[in-house]
């Protein structure tokens, strides 16, 4: 499937992080939030048009995932982290939908996902304010604030790149950052951090 969605991520670096893939309908935005060096994160994406890959417009999907280590550090040539992952799929999909939801998601993660857990179907919310991007699911909560302020004297404004495949990344705060689940061994929230990433993505 062509698409431009959009795609959200947002992660924290004790290892844990939320992806969400949401297949838009024509004419709808797309954007994603996603943390730059997670252990833990959620992503968000959308994609704006139909396509042969099975007729998932409009729908969702939110994974939040949990490594053992950064998931970010490999690409420093670090190791890579063993991870696990609870998907939310979208409780309008059919079988056949979440399946190809399921697929989406591992590919635009480039198999971030790991060894999934535990695949629920739940209503997913996925709205952009202009400025701000909620996304919820299930036990999963990833706002993310667009406007990021940088101060220099800080050093570098991105250590690490999108842990999704998305076109023209931007980064912003994760105003909220929440896993509540117990599939995963896990919780957490990491609110205030500027630890997101926000672009478009092709599938």
């Known amino acids: 499937m062509s698409a431009h969605p959009e795609l959200v991520e947002g992660c924290v ?3 844990k992080a939320f992806i969400s893939s949401q297949a838009l309908k024509p ?13 833990t994160s959620h992503t968000a994406s959308r994609t704006r048009h139909s396509a042969p890959r099975g007729a998932i417009d409009g729908l969702s ?8 280590r950064n998931l970010g550090m490999q690409e420093m040539g670090g190791e890579k982290a063993t991870v696990r992952s609870a998907l939310f799929v979208d409780s309008r999909a059919n079988s056949a939908q979440q399946i190809a939801l399921v697929a989406m998601a ?11 857990v535990q695949v629920t179907s739940a209503p997913i919310q996925f709205a952009d ?3 701000e991007i909620q996304v919820s699911a299930g036990q999963v909560s990833l706002d993310v604030n667009k406007h990021l302020t940088h101060d220099p004297t800080c050093g570098a404004m991105q250590w690490f790149h999108p842990l999704a495949s998305v076109d023209d ?8 950052h929440v896993f509540t689940g117990s599939a995963l061994g896990t919780k957490w929230s990491d609110p205030n951090k500027r ?7 092709t599938y």
């Open 129 to 131: 304010h202009g400025s």
């Open 27 to 39: 004419d709808t935005t797309h954007e994603g939030t996603q943390h730059p060096a997670p252990r």
């Open 13 to 15: 670096l004790c290892g």
């Open 195 to 201: 630890s997101a990433f926000f672009g478009t993505f």
């Open 61 to 68: 999907i939110v994974a939040a995932v949990s490594g053992d």
């Open 106 to 116: 591992s590919e635009l993660s480039k198999g971030l996902v790991g060894t999934i």
């Open 169 to 176: 990344a931007a980064i912003g705060v994760a105003s909220q």
